[in-house]
């Protein structure tokens, strides 16, 4: 992977585990977020996103903990982490302690399988608790809501430095107030909250 330059020596300009999500996504949302802040339509799907959290949760604390190869364990829902060293702070939806150190898992609410996005936001997590807690994150997880799968996702050496790259490239494009490239993936436009704001494809 290229490394990205670091193009000034300003402050390190502070980001969230979703600003990472959403650059994979299409790497425009976080430039509106934070060089362009604009107002945004809140969607169906976020709001009913909201909703089916917590009934997951609710469903989570009933269940044993053999589906994540555990025999006993501690969840913990709606973890909010902040590292001071990467600036990046972050809410875990369910993370799972145990005597080898911990589990993480993030539920989504589609039925497109795991996608590259969702990789990031776990390796992101990840980096997060090893910073902050100091424990080894063993095992990562998505359970998709729709069809109620339980997906294991690896992370390694290869996807925490892609969130450091990321990273830096979100950085790079707050410092130089700079829009990037659109997605090539049109679909995604569809039902995008910022969708107005890009004139080049509407």
Known sequence: ???????????????????????????????????????????????????????????????????????????????????????????????????????????????????YNHRIQLAAYALLVQETLARKVTRAFVYLVPSRQLSGVSIGTREKDAVRWAAAEIRNCIRREELPARTA????CIGCEFRNYCGDIW
Request: aromatic share 10%.
């Open 185 to 188: 993936a049109r679909s995604r």
């Open 1 to 115: 992977m290229r490394r990205a330059a670091i193009t000034s020596s300003a402050p390190t300009p502070p980001l969230t585990v979703t600003d990472l999500k959403q650059w994979a996504y299409c790497a425009r949302i976080p430039y509106y977020r934070h060089v362009m802040p604009v107002d945004f339509v809140r969607t169906f799907s976020m709001e009913r996103g909201r909703l089916i959290q917590a009934a997951v949760e609710t469903l989570e604390t009933r269940r044993s903990f053999k589906r994540y190869g555990l025999e006993r364990g501690e969840r913990r829902f709606g973890t909010w982490l902040y590292s001071p060293s990467l600036n990046l702070s972050g809410k875990i939806d369910l993370l799972i302690l145990h005597e080898r150190g911990c589990h993480l898992v993030d539920f989504k609410h589609t039925d497109g399988g795991v996608r």
